[in-house]
């Protein structure tokens, strides 16, 4: 298996997240909400934990008008990004953008009916640290929802996805630069994730009961937990 390598934490230029935004998220983050609400959460207060662009909370609010999401990160650039998302959409009455620290949020015991995250936990050093948060945030019965790359198995595997989902096509020499950093983003991401294996030991016991960990396309992986009512 190949081995872990940390990227950082923080995208936090104006070039990181403009590229990022740029990205074509939409399939991924239409997959992403879908497979949420199929698995019927309380939509009263969630929380959108490394929210980026806020990508995913604009397109929560459009399938559910139930929910009431509050957007975290810890990027200042990708918060300001976030907030023109939100506001574009229309949204901004059901969505708070917050910079908050996922690991570490000062948010209330069980103040959240749900928690979310795609494409943080890669980013960790200790992921544990956010799973046991998430965990303390939750009300009892809350879901937790996450989606994240699954780290491939070697360096062939890695150069196999990049290509499939980050090829340089563009021939505008500024479009070109931006797929080039895209593609080392996603192959740098890809080395920095975890396996199923390594996100299962990390759960903490309110979320170990029915849990499930498991590979839901060719690059991520979904968990899916309840805590455990009192």
């Known amino acids: 298996m190949l ?3 940390l990227e950082p934490e923080i995208m936090d230029t104006a070039l990181d997240a ?4 740029a990205m074509d998220h939409g399939a ?10 199929a698995a019927r959460p309380q939509l009263a207060c969630v929380l959108d934990a490394g929210t980026g662009t806020g990508l995913i909370a604009v397109e929560l609010c459009r399938r559910a008008p139930a929910a ?27 969505i708070e953008v917050a910079r908050r620290d996922a690991k570490r949020t000062g948010f209330d015991d069980g103040d959240f009916s749900a928690v979310i995250s795609n494409s943080l936990v890669h980013h960790l050093p200790e992921p544990g640290a956010f ?5 303390r945030l939750l ?3 809350g879901l937790l929802f996450v989606r994240d790359l699954a780290r491939p198995e070697d360096e062939t595997a890695v150069s196999s996805l990049v290509d ?6 563009a021939t505008d020499p500024t479009l070109r630069s931006r797929e080039s950093r895209q593609r080392a983003l996603f192959a740098a991401s890809l080395r920095a994730a975890l396996t199923c294996d390594e996100v299962s030991a990390l759960l903490p016991d309110a979320l170990r009961v029915g849990a499930r960990v498991e590979l839901t396309s060719d690059r991520h992986y979904t968990l899916v937990a309840r805590k455990a009512r009192a």
């Open 3 to 5: 081995p872990r390598v």
């Open 18 to 21: 403009a590229d990022y935004d």
């Open 28 to 37: 991924v983050n239409e997959a992403f909400c879908r497979d949420f609400l």
């Open 68 to 94: 009431n999401i509050v957007a975290i990160d810890l990027a200042n650039e990708m918060l300001a990004l976030a907030k023109k998302n939100v506001q574009a959409a229309g949204y901004a009455d059901r």
């Open 131 to 135: 799973l046991k948060e998430a965990a």
């Open 139 to 141: 009300a009892p019965g």
């Open 164 to 169: 499939r989902y980050a090829l340089v096509t």
